[in-house]
């Protein structure tokens, strides 16, 4: 898997983030890794607006934040991604 071989590569970089080697020494003991997925998607039929920052309702939100993750969970996802990718100064 190729995957493996970035992480790898930046562990080496960051040798004492505890976490990050951890997240590696679990992708080279399995196979693959289960993730959560659609955070976008699920978030507007949660009833985000089009054109909102969904990156705002981890302030504004945080019980359905918490409740999507749950059920990505109950789902059976094991790496959870955070509800921060188009987070920065301009869009927010």
């Known amino acids: 898997m190729n995957f493996i071989y970035f992480f790898v590569e930046l562990n080496r970089y960051k040798k004492g983030n505890t976490m990050l080697s951890s997240f590696i020494e679990e992708l080279e003991r399995r196979e693959r890794l289960l993730a959560d ?12 607006s089009n054109g909102d920052a969904p990156e705002i309702w981890n302030e504004t939100e945080p019980q359905k934040i918490k409740n999507l993750h749950r059920m990505f969970g109950d789902a059976g996802s094991e790496v959870f991604l955070t509800n921060s990718f188009g987070a920065n100064r301009a869009r927010l």
């Open 37 to 48: 997925g659609a955070i976008g998607n699920n978030l507007f039929e949660m009833g985000l």
